[in-house]
DNA sequence: CCTTTCCTGGAGCGCCTGCTCTACTATTGC
DNA sequence: GCAATAGTAGAGCAGGCGCTCCAGGAAAGG
C-alpha cells in the first residue's frame, strides 16, 4: 500500500492555483488555455488533471478556498460589542488584498463568470449573502440603537458592499491610490451608517487623510 | 457603376449589432462564436464578415456608438447654469439604460474586456475621461461656490462615475429594483456634492422615494 | 441591354482547444 | 524486496474556432 501524503498534495495544488490565479487575472478563464496554466506551473497536462477535474473548477477553487475565511471574519465582526466597530472590521478585513496587483484582473474574471457560470455564480453568491447577513444585522442594530440611517438597514448593508466590490473594479485605473481609496470608501460607510462623517470640517476637501470614525 | 446605399448598410449594420448584443451579453465576447451571431441575427459568415471586419471589432462597435451620445450629454451638462443641475443631467442620462435586461451582461463583458483588450480599453478610457472631466468641472465650480465636498472636487467626480458603474454592474443582481436604486444613488450625490442630503428627515429610512434634489 | 460593384451564403482551411490515455517513475506499507 | 498506488510528462484526439474565399444573385449607372 501507498497511503496520500496530504501536506504535499496540498502545497503542490497551492503552487498550481498560484500559478493559474496569474494567468486568469491576466486573459480570464476563457482567454487562459489549460497549456498556458501547465507552463506557468512548469508542469504536464497529466499533472494539472490529476490535482483538478477541469479548468472552471481551478477558477472555482480559487475563490472557495477564501469562504472560510470570509465566513469566520463575519462571526468576529457580529460578536463585537459596538456595531460600529463590526462594520469597520468586515470593511476592512474585505478590503485586505486591494493592493494586490492580481486583484483587478481577477475581480473582472469573476463578475463576469458570474453571469457566464451557474454554478460559480452560486458560490460567489453564498459568499456575498453571508457577507450581507452580517452586515443587515450590525446595520439594524445600528438602526435600532437611534442612529439615523440613510435608507433601511438592508439598502444600506448593500451599498456597502456594493461599494466594495466597486473598489476592487477600480483598483486597476491608472492613478489609483488604495490609501485614498479606503480612507474615502470608510467616510462613505460613515456616512450610510449615519455617523458624524457629514458634518464637513474646513480645510479637509484637499487632505486625503484625517478619517476620524473609529 | 452601381453606389453603395448608405442608409440600408447602416440599417443591417444595426440589425448585426443588436443581434450580437444579446449573445455577448449572455456568453461574453470569447463564449460567442461568430457562428453563433450569423445564427442570431439570420445571415452568412460572409455577410457578417462584410459588415466588420473582426469579431472584436463588434463588440468595440457596440460601444463605440455610444461615445457621440455621451459627448452631448457632457455638453448640455456643463452649459447649465447652476452645477447641481448639470450633475444631475448628467447622472440622468448615465443611468437611462439601467432597466435594459441586456446592460449587466454587457457590463460585465466590458469590464472584463478593458483589462484584457488594449484597444477597447482606450475607446473605453476616452468615454470615461470626457464624462470624468464634465464632472470634474461641474464639481470645481460647486466648490467654488463655497459648497461644503467631502472630498476634492476630483475625488468626487470619481466617485460619482463610480457609484454609476456599480449601479450598472449590480443590475444583475436577484432583487435588483431600478427605481429604488436611482433614488437611492442621488441621494448619495447629493451628499458627495455636499448638499443637504445629510439632514435625514425622520421617516424617510423606509421610503424608495423623496429625494429633493433638482 | 450590359457592366460594374455590392451583397450574400456557405464550404472549407489551418489552428488551437480541453481533456484523455498511456507509459513510466517515486514513494509508501508490509 | 515486493506489491500497490500516487504522481508525472506528454503524445494525441475529436471538435470547435475565427476567418477566407468563392461563386453567384441583386441592384444601380450608362
New binding site residues.
Given amino acids: ?5 496530504p501536506e ?2 496540498a502545497r ?1 495544488r497551492a503552487h498550481i492555483l498560484a500559478a493559474a490565479a496569474g494567468e486568469f487575472a491576466a486573459y480570464g478563464v ?1 482567454g ?5 496554466i501547465c507552463r506557468a506551473a ?6 494539472l ?3 483538478f ?4 473548477d481551478i477558477f472555482h477553487a480559487l475563490f472557495r478556498d477564501d469562504l472560510p475565511r470570509n465566513a469566520e471574519a463575519c462571526a468576529r465582526a457580529i460578536a463585537r460589542d459596538r456595531p460600529e466597530d463590526g462594520i469597520r472590521l468586515l470593511v476592512d478585513h474585505l478590503l485586505t488584498d486591494l493592493a494586490d496587483p492580481l486583484v483587478p484582473g481577477l475581480a473582472a474574471a469573476a463578475v463576469f463568470q458570474v453571469n457566464r457560470d451557474e454554478e460559480f455564480a452560486r458560490l460567489i453568491m453564498a459568499d456575498t449573502a453571508q457577507v450581507r447577513s452580517a452586515l443587515e444585522t450590525l446595520t439594524t442594530r445600528l438602526a435600532a440603537a437611534g442612529r439615523p440611517l440613510p435608507f433601511p438597514p438592508g439598502r444600506v448593508a448593500a451599498w456597502i458592499q456594493g461599494l466594495l466590490d466597486a473598489a476592487y473594479l477600480s483598483a486597476g485605473e491608472p492613478d489609483f491610490d488604495p490609501a485614498t481609496h479606503t480612507a474615502e470608501l470608510r467616510r462613505l460607510v460613515g456616512w450610510l451608517t449615519g455617523g458624524d462623517a457629514s458634518a464637513t470640517p474646513p480645510g479637509t476637501r484637499t487632505s486625503p487623510q484625517g478619517d476620524p470614525t473609529r
Avoid: C, P, Q
Fill in positions: 500500500m501507498r497511503t496520500v501524503n504535499e498534495h503542490k476563457d487562459t488555455s489549460t497549456a498556458r512548469g508542469i504536464g497536462s497529466g499533472t488533471f490529476h490535482y477535474a477541469t479548468k472552471r
